[in-house]
């Protein structure tokens, strides 16, 4: 856990995260992050949890309908 403050930017407001976390988790500046209100605090996460789910809902699609998408895909 690393302890960072919330700064001003023009008229927003952003906190700064240390170089060696960032290199960590494989992100630049510019890159997107998603921030996920948990009941403790926020996250942030460098993939969209959304999409994760997406991923998760396509795989059992995907399993239960094989044959029907075998067909389709002739």
Partial sequence: MKKTKIRAIGNSYGVTIPKAMLDRLQV????????VERTDGVEVRVGD???ERSLEVAADVMRRYR??????AK
């Fill in 49 to 51: 949890p959304n999409f």
């Fill in 28 to 35: 630049r500046e510019g890159d997107a992050v998603y921030l």
């Fill in 67 to 72: 044959n029907t998408l075998a067909e389709l």
